[in-house]
């Protein structure tokens, strides 16, 4: 009986499309990522009273710290997801 290893298995049409959706996600996350620690910044400016106003307000997206650590989180899930995906295979 002649098996074939797992590795050297023909590509099915749902891999590809797996391949462009991670490569999608991993392009988009970096724009994402950057705009959030911008909006940190921002909101950190608006409170000290260096710029005139942010966005928000009121409410908890007018807090610097929760920009910072929702930058922060994506960052890190940016991180892990790029980590798992294997391009140069």
């Known amino acids: ?3 074939m290893p797992p590795n050297n298995m023909p590509r099915q049409r749902s891999d590809g499309l797996r391949y462009y959706m991670e490569l999608v ?3 988009i996350t970096g724009p994402t990522v950057l705009s959030v620690y911008v909006f940190a910044g921002w909101s950190l400016t608006a409170s000290i009273g260096l ?3 942010f966005t ?3 409410g908890p ?3 610097w710290m929760i920009w910072l650590i929702l930058a922060l989180l994506f960052n890190v899930v940016a991180a892990r997801s790029n980590r798992q995906t294997k391009f140069g295979d």
């Open 56 to 58: 928000w307000s009121a």
């Open 1 to 3: 009986m002649n098996r």
């Open 51 to 53: 710029t005139n106003s």
């Open 61 to 63: 997206l007018s807090n």
């Open 25 to 27: 996600t991993l392009v």
